[in-house]
């Protein structure tokens, strides 16, 4: 990694990581903070606490980030960062222990340091534990990272913003989607605001349709237990679909700090019609309902496919299709543009065969690296006037040499430094709750799927006359 020798450094911190010994912890929190170590860009100062409702020690704690971080736990940056690892018992009910430990890390710190609290625990936990932040002090000079789903509805969304603000001013709320610290994802506003090519044809008279398509070939397994009370919808849409869309349809910001980015992707949500049950397919894959954990009769769905609209100026009468969904053929990350198709009379007047082919479209891949595949038309090369269907590249790692940093990477950097410009803001959760309503009180029914399919076949009625589009990986 190589980055900028200006790069800010953030201030002492205390890091405590509640849910310390769980997956996330092992998969993205701890590998995370110690490539940020090794790139320079955790603070000059800092300790790591780890909590769990479990139990554990020190020493079990340094053996999970020493597993998580695997062969690169070594050399001099592994044993900074290994040094400043330690453990303490908490829960909701008794947080004198936790209290203590992050009073000890401060001491040993020196000076008056930042808490960053990360819960990484289950939602129905939120509640109880920024209540003991409040109360026991660990919620002074702190700021807090809230993991999703935040609510399951708009009154639970709202309750819980409620009890939050009543410990930790709004400001220091960081409520984390790790999709919106992708490069890919980021590179949305300079491949809009920063082209002259594109900004002025980003919007209806221009763009017929914009897709967001997120399948996954992983089964929901070890999940089940909090899958069963949320589906796809919950787990995915309102928590990480809406929020690239925020990105897509947002108005030029005036500057591109915290505040400019939240206020243009709020009215975006602000403007997202009631979505109904006409406008959603839902699906189940054949086999969930004989998970561990799942009811026999089982009416969560694996699977969703919708249609939304934006009340707005620029994107009045441009549908966005969403989809996701579990047990699917291939894993991606994809955005799509489809622009409207020109007239094309004179190409089938001399039968260059283009009735087969819908229209141009633009994809932004958002996965790791990440890149923009274009399709287009094209004369096929020959004597006579046939078109065919062409595409250009562009790929981070071909064009950059480097991947940046990892999304939680880039998103726990950011909290530290206070930047909450990819965060998003109670107001914008609660409206996108708001516009769920009608569908989480009325929901559609469950269509079955295969395995390694691309959903129910029910899907496509929904696009009709469009057709889904997945460009090849």
Known sequence: MVYASDATVPDPHVIVL????????????????????????????????????????????????RKAIGDEAAGDRWQRFVERLSFSAFSAEEPGPLVDAVGAAEREIGGESRRLHHLAIPPTAFGATVLALGESGLADRARVVLEKPFGMDLASARELNQLVHGVVPEERVFRIDHFLGREAVQNLIALRFANGMFEPIWNKDHIDHVQIDVPETLPVDHRAGFYEGTGAYRDMVV??????????????????????????????????????????????????????????????????????????????????????????????????????????????????????YGPDHISFDLGNPGGIITSFLAKVPGPQMRLGQARMEFSYEGSFGTQGLEPYERLMYDAMLGDRTLFTD????????????????????????????????????????????????
Not at 30 to 50: N, Q, S, V
Not at 340 to 353: D, I, N, S, V
């Open 239 to 356: 928590t990480h679909l809406f929020h690239v869309l925020g990105f897509v349809a947002m108005e030029p910001p005036t500057t591109l700090d915290a505040r400019s980015i939240v206020e243009e992707t709020g009215k975006v949500f602000r403007s997202v019609q009631p979505i109904g049950r006409d406008c959603v397919i839902r699906g189940q894959y054949i086999g969930y309902r004989e998970g561990a954990g799942v009811a026999a009769d089982s009416r969560t769905e694996t699977f969703i496919a919708l249609r939304a609209t934006i009340d707005n100026w620029r994107w009045s009468g441009v549908p966005f299709f969403l989809r996701t969904g579990k047990r699917l053929a291939e894993e991606r990350r994809l955005l799509t543009i489809a622009f409207r198709e020109p007239p094309r009379r004179m190409f089938r007047a001399a039968r260059a065969f283009v009735e087969d």
């Open 18 to 65: 509640f849910g310390a010994l769980g997956d996330l912890s092992r998969r993205k929190l701890l590998p995370g903070l110690f490539h940020l170590e090794h790139a320079g860009l955790m603070p000059d100062d800092y300790r790591i606490l780890g909590t769990s409702r479990r139990g554990g020690s020190a020493d079990e704690f340094r053996a999970v980030a």
């Open 426 to 473: 109670a107001d914008g959760i609660e409206d996108l709750w708001a516009a769920s309503s009608e569908l989480l009180h009325d929901p559609p029914p469950l269509h079955r799927y295969s395995l390694g399919s691309y959903g129910p076949q029910k899907m496509h009625e929904l696009i009709a006359p469009r057709r889904w589009w997945l460009p090849e990986a």
